[in-house]
């Protein structure tokens, strides 16, 4: 698409767990979005990032697709839900640099919310003959539930005391 989002327009995220740094281009099907492992980020350090890390980059990544569309149909970003994930594949430690994060939809079903989308980290690097390198870094498939009515979804699921 040609508007050009912020990360934080498209995700109810805030500093620090605002982990997407920004987003390349998206269409009907997939987001790119770049993530910078750089000390004094969330979960970084001066060696970079934990493994695990990178299931919360690809739910953002996925997350992102999903605001930019309600944005782009005039609705206002909900909340959603990481439901699970298969699969997930990635190194035990993220070194520092950039990664690019992409997210696929695999199924999406808009009248009940429900999204399953591949997603693949990669690191980026210039070689001496200006190519770019990627390496998959991380892969997975992850489940996303997009209520329409989030406020209804976490009022059910809050205990109210007198």
């Given amino acids: 698409m040609s508007h050009r989002y912020q990360p934080a327009e498209l995700l109810a995220h805030r500093a620090p767990m605002l982990l997407l740094d920004e ?25 970079g990032a934990p493994g695990w890390v990178g299931l919360e980059w690809m739910a953002q990544t996925a997350g992102a697709w999903f605001g930019a569309h309600q944005l782009d149909n005039g609705e206002q970003v909900n909340i959603g839900f990481l439901l699970g994930t298969r699969h997930y594949r990635g190194p035990e430690h993220f070194p520092l640099g950039r990664i690019h994060a992409h997210a696929q939809v695999v199924l999406f079903d808009p009248a ?19 190519r770019v390198d990627e390496t998959i870094l991380a892969s997975a498939r992850v489940k996303l539930y997009q209520p329409q009515n989030t406020a209804k979804i976490l009022d059910q699921q809050t205990v109210k005391y007198l």
Wanted: aromatic share 4%.
């Fill in 23 to 47: 987003i390349l281009e998206y269409d009907a099907q997939s987001l790119n979005a770049i993530v910078e492992v750089r000390p004094g980020k969330a979960f970084c350090d001066e060696s």
């Fill in 112 to 130: 009940s919310g429900i999204a399953a989308m591949d997603c693949l980290l990669r690191s980026s690097a210039s070689n001496i003959n200006q």
